[in-house]
DNA sequence: CTGAAAGCGCTTACAG
DNA sequence: CTGAAAGCGCTTACAG
């Protein structure tokens, strides 16, 4: 086992000064073109690489940047995920995932270890706990520090910095009209509890559509779901009791149970049932059938996220001009099976 | 913004030395019990926290760690992500996730990169491209260094190291046997090319199955997929040509696929063919049947991995004895409504 | 009980 | 052209 070189005891082994040898391997024209070339030959051999924490200690900047999920198991996170490596690669980052675990706690843990000279930037989709407890305290300080922030889908409007968003509202708008287009009048809604602002914002749109469009808005068809471990049984007493012909699924789970449920209540889908989802993840291509869905393009919002977050790390010298931006990602409609 | 706050300048604001803050801090009984306070009260203050880039520079550890996968859109690889996540966090460390996109290339640049102080160890499943080329030198580089790494998954025999897999020969055998106790005799199977070793390893066990059982092995129902992103065609041509009553699939995507094209082909599942797939993911929990599949428990490999990672990270000390452990983790077969 | 010094591995302004 | 020194932020053995 041999342990890795450092300049020292290239120094030491060449007998020169270690800033000799520093500069040398940057090709300084300061050094000797004689000396350059025996240093860096004998770099070589030695399979010699910069110590990159003594970098990072040195400039101050440690090329890592944070991503802070609530869970990786959602096709959508892990989505942008994928973005957000792709541009950071490009870029010479590497990328520190985290996962909130929906906790708060967790959250500020997460961001008071790492915002201590660990990496030099965050981008984040808020848990739904904090999302409820509405306690924005270990963002804002970190941004006070200096470090910026860029919050992506699950974003607040109480704190200011980059983000990256759907217009969830629309999409739910477009989504609901569709299927009214199709003739559909009885739409059932299947969201989350509406401290989740997506959720909100996507029944917001739903309500709209149906509003516009002189149907009226039935709070009995609209399924707060809280419980993400247990809502079969409530989907089931939907399809069940209540007349519809269309449900707009706020994400993909929701979606493929509804189908599942249909399935075994002899409801055919989409003959009797249409379906729509949000997500265009692997679930809503896999099914039987395809789920026809509003694609939140995860990747692209990765890549965006990334390409905002550097772009603020790498012009951090006109620090006055604090000009936050709030990028909005197209969503479309992919059309599949599950509907009309 | 107020940047963070650092030892020298709370010795200076205290006109007391930097050791002494630093002594402080940490509670050294070296230091009278009212320093310790008046440094500790102004530390909290002034929200001190210690430089992470600082104590791993000075300590020579980083506490963190870098899992490498090909691919995070697969589900089972971000659910080892979600265990290793869990126990690292569990154990103080944090979590770098790289993905390889199943290139050599990229794979050998996040190791050599990070390789250089930036973590501590590696978790790591070899990417296509690596085990069809057999090169391991950029691992067996970093092992050489004294960092460890610990493989999962897609490993390989000519490296030594820690390693967790499943027996996927063994789970394939099983899995066949079930589709052949049901009394189905013409099982086809959908894997993956030879070089991918675990495609490899089930493919062995269907066969061993098979043959066990005084069957035929048909390698006209062995469908070999090479290309991801156009195989629909080459199911589609052996469930219309051949005459099969079940399908074991390597993988959840195949087993999927199978189903919608069997759905499309008016072919009823299970009624007229079974259907088993791998990896318990949610595109088998969720599809419509639901599909029969060897769990390969990711979230129990991920933590697994992580806890011998870290482990061997912590006892150091008695490096002499290197004695590498192959751990296999317990797969189970979970029914669903996708066989008979 | 307090502090100066050395050191982790590097870079760079400054002397010579 | 080369090297000693200072410094990034911290810890700790050693003096006093």
Do not use: W
Not at 38 to 64: C, D, E, G, M, R
Not at 282 to 297: L, R
């Amino acid at each position: 086992m041999k342990r890795k070189v450092t300049l020292k005891q290239i120094a030491k082994e060449l007998d020169v000064s270690i800033s000799t040898v520093s500069k040398s391997l940057r090709n300084s024209l300061e050094i000797s073109e004689d000396t350059r070339q025996k240093v860096q030959a004998f770099a070589k051999l030695y399979n010699y690489k910069p110590n990159n924490i003594a970098l990072s200690l040195k400039n101050k900047k440690t090329k890592t940047i944070c991503i802070i999920i609530p869970e990786i198991i959602h096709h959508f996170f892990a989505t942008v995920i994928s973005g957000v490596e792709h541009i950071a690669n490009e870029n010479g980052y590497n990328v520190l995932v985290c996962l909130s675990d929906e906790s708060f706690d967790k959250e500020v843990i997460n961001m008071e270890m790492l915002a201590n000279g660990s990496i030099d930037g965050f981008i984040m989709s808020l848990s739904k706990e904090t999302q409820s407890k509405k306690d924005f305290h270990h963002i804002v300080e970190v941004i006070n520090q200096g470090m910026p922030v860029v919050m992506f889908d699950r974003v607040t409007n109480d704190i200011l910095c980059d983000k990256i968003i759907i217009d969830d509202e629309h999409a739910a708008y477009n989504a609901t009209q569709y299927l009214i287009d199709k003739g559909l009048k009885n739409v059932a809604l299947i969201t989350t509890i509406d401290y989740v602002s997506v959720g909100k914002l996507r029944t917001d749109g739903y309500k709209k559509a149906l509003k516009n469009n002189d149907l009226i808005v039935d709070e009995s068809l609209i399924l707060k779901i809280e419980d993400i471990d247990n809502f079969e049984p409530q989907i089931e007493e939907l399809l069940k009791t209540k007349k519809i012909n269309a449900v707009f699924a706020v994400n993909e789970i929701f979606a493929a149970t509804t189908i599942k449920l249909a399935h075994k209540l002899n409801i055919k889908v989409p003959e009797q049932l249409s379906i729509i989802g949000f997500t265009d993840g692997i679930i809503s291509k896999y099914s039987t059938p395809g789920i026809t869905t509003v694609s939140q393009n995860g990747v692209k919002m990765g890549e965006k996220a990334a390409k905002m977050l550097i772009e603020r790390l790498e012009s951090e010298e006109n620090e006055e001009e604090e000009h936050y931006r709030t990028e909005v990602i197209e969503t479309e409609l992919v059309e599949r099976d599950s509907t009309l």
